[in-house]
């Protein structure tokens, strides 16, 4: 018997891409059973325009919270085994979910299961993530995110375990999640196919934005410190990884100075970059 399946989409002024992602979402191979959107404060305007879509759970929240406050939220109403994340401007190939669903099943050892990633504009991909550690270790998570959620399948029961995401941390919710996850046990699978796909188009969305990312970087630090204090050489890797990460997501001066902060770091504490 198929697990039971809950896609949980939080919805920030999406209107645009929407229809794309609720369309993958129901061509899926392996039907769901429940499609809950979450409004993060986006008022009347996005429950209007959602009132067209009736096979949909729509939860309004009067402000905005952010996607770790709408996911929580999600989930917390969700009455499957499995819940699937889905962001309302990415979609997924038509068998992401039987995929993972098999994957649980060949490996019951895990919690969870995410899957290779491929970024897109238009319609064209620019990048595809397709090698990631099979078994995610805290070691892994310490230098990069690796996991996101557009990309992860978990049972009800482990999300419920970490008490789901920290709303206290923005636009790293997501790190900090499987870094707790993997603490207490609940492992990671990886299913090294591309079946996750995350727009890039700059029309808003958190990843984009270079001061958010540092900032959330910094809070995972600050909250995982004695993990990375463990882990020597972890600290210096990931804030070389940061300031890059953040000159690819800006321009002109700015860009400059994350790049150069990052190769500062990067000399100064002879941080060794691994060859995938």
């Not at 949909?56 to 929580?72: C, E, M």
């Amino acid at each position: 018997m198929k697990p039971s399946i809950s896609v949980i989409v939080p919805f920030f002024h999406a209107e645009e891409f929407f229809e794309d992602a609720y369309q993958s979402i129901k061509k899926q191979t392996l039907p769901v059973n429940e499609i809950i959107i979450v409004i993060d404060g986006c008022g009347v305007e996005a429950e209007n325009f959602l009132s067209k879509y009736h096979d949909i759970k729509v939860i309004n929240l009067i402000r905005n919270g952010g996607p770790a406050i709408a996911r929580n939220i999600g989930a917390s109403k969700a009455s499957s085994d499995l819940i699937a994340f889905l962001d309302a401007d990415d979609k997924w190939a038509t068998n992401k979910l039987e995929k993972q669903v098999e994957f649980l099943a060949l490996y019951p050892e895990f919690s969870s299961c995410h899957t290779g990633v491929r970024t897109f504009k238009k319609e064209i991909v620019i990048s595809e993530f397709n090698s990631k550690p099979f078994n995610l270790k805290v070691e892994d998570l310490l230098s990069g995110s690796h996991v996101v959620p557009t990309s992860l399948l978990i049972k009800k029961s482990a999300f419920e375990a970490v008490n789901g995401f920290d709303t206290k941390i923005r636009c790293s919710e997501d790190h900090d999640f499987t870094i707790r996850l993997v603490q207490n046990n609940l492992q990671i699978g990886f299913l090294a196919e591309p079946l996750s796909y995350l727009r890039r188009e700059n029309h808003g969305n958190i990843s984009s934005n270079a001061r958010k990312i540092l900032i959330g970087h910094f809070q995972l630090m600050k909250k995982h410190s004695a993990l990375y204090n463990k882990n020597k050489g972890s600290r210096p890797l990931f804030i070389y990884k940061t300031f890059i990460s953040c000159a690819t997501k800006s321009s002109g001066l700015e860009k400059r100075i994350y790049y150069f902060a990052g190769m500062l770091c990067k000399k100064l504490f002879n941080v060794k970059i691994k060859k995938v």
